[in-house]
């Protein structure tokens, strides 16, 4: 069964930090791309950040750009979001997302797999 699974969502003031972590079971995860996108109360989900493959390509959003990093570990067939210097505004509930076309992650089309979600909250 093909599955994403995000945690390390969690509570955390203004300025702090968290890692997410996504664990993929029952695909290749080293023949696919991967993508965190969030989703806050009222709005639709966004982009955020997408690495290739390989990890010789990254890309993010504007607005966590320089604070937010996107790593993986192909033996442990993971992905991370590495999030520092948090704000109220990043409030949301994010996803991780896997597909073979890393372009189709940036566009956010009609991605392969998706994980459940995990809850991040930033207090002001």
């Known amino acids: 069964q093909v599955q994403l699974v995000e945690s390390g969502g969690g509570l955390v003031q203004a300025g702090g930090s968290l890692r997410l972590s996504c664990a993929a079971n029952g695909l290749t995860f080293s023949n696919y791309a991967m993508g965190w996108f969030r989703q806050a109360p009222g709005k639709e989900r966004e982009f955020v950040a997408a690495?290739?493959?390989?990890?010789?390509?990254?890309y993010y959003a504007d607005s966590v750009k320089g604070r937010f990093t996107i790593s993986r570990d192909n033996a442990e067939n993971t992905v991370y979001l590495q999030m520092n210097s948090l704000k109220s505004e990043d409030t949301a509930v994010y996803y991780c997302?896997?597909?073979?076309?890393?372009?189709?992650?940036?566009?956010?089309?009609?991605?392969?797999?998706w994980g459940q979600g995990t809850l991040v909250t930033v207090s002001s």
């Open positions: 997302a896997a597909d073979p076309s890393y372009g189709l992650i940036l566009v956010k089309g009609n991605l392969e797999v």
């Open positions: 690495i290739s493959w390989s990890s010789g390509s990254t």
